[in-house]
């Protein structure tokens, strides 16, 4: 597709389930973001992929959460254990990054809202 | 690592009135800045970036954002809102060394006719 594809688009699960969160970047974007967006504050950095390079996971709020990037595309962000505070909408973004044709400017999905109940 | 502060939540104001949504950032060598909005039920876009060159960065739909080093600020400013720029307002800065592009908690602005 021509933009960033997440899914699912919602997804209610029961404390202490596992979840699954998928983004689908732009083909041929080397960077890849996932953010967090709780209601009414702003967006939580969790982790940053950038080609083949280490990810930044400084933001990842516990060892409970941690992501992968399969062949520098497809991203999976993993929530073990889930508690009533994952609730949240997780963004994901990717760019081209700022080097040759790159503008540094994030496309995002429209999100996956996790509902923990 | 950076930090964006945008000391405003909420900004109301009328249609066809002037409005300023300020941001400012923890001070760095070298800093990339960006506004993003978010329209009700949409995905957050690109207003606008400051990546190097004149700190007077002119965006979409008429917003405009100044860089001033000095007082380590980015500051979006419209002479003249409409009620369709009724949204969500994000600064946010990215640490040219580090790439993690830096949040602030937004600011919401509401149009008024």
């Not at chain 1, 919602?10 to 974007?29: A, F, M, Q, W, Y």
């Not at chain 1, 702003?42 to 933001?59: M, R, V």
């Not at chain 2, 405009?64 to 946010?92: G, M, W």
């Amino acid at each position: 597709g021509a933009g960033v594809s997440q899914s699912p688009s919602n997804k209610v699960t029961e404390k202490g389930k596992d979840v699954e969160l998928r983004c689908d970047p732009i083909s041929g974007h080397t960077a890849l973001y996932w953010y967090r967006q709780s209601l009414g504050q702003g967006l939580e950095f969790l982790i940053y992929f950038q080609g083949n390079s280490a990810p930044d996971k400084s933001g990842l709020p516990s060892d409970r959460f941690s992501a992968e990037r399969t062949g520098g595309s497809v991203s999976t962000l993993t929530i073990q254990r889930t508690q009533q505070e994952d609730s949240a909408v997780y963004l994901c973004a990717s760019s081209g990054g700022l080097a040759g044709a790159g503008t540094g400017e994030l496309f995002f999905g429209e999100g996956s809202r996790l509902t923990v109940l | 690592a950076q930090s964006v502060t945008q000391l405003d939540s909420q900004v109301p104001v009328f249609e066809e009135a002037p409005v300023e949504l300020r941001c400012n950032y923890s001070s760095s060598v070298s800093v990339y800045l960006f506004w993003y909005v978010q329209y009700p039920n949409q995905g957050l876009q690109l207003l606008l970036k400051y990546l190097s060159g004149s700190t007077l960065v002119k965006g979409i739909n008429g917003f405009e954002a100044e860089f001033n080093k000095s007082q380590t600020s980015f500051h979006l400013r419209k002479p003249s809102v409409h009620i369709s720029d009724t949204a969500e307002y994000f600064c946010a800065a990215m640490d040219t060394g580090r790439r993690a592009l830096t949040f602030g908690s937004g600011t919401r602005l509401q149009v008024q006719p």
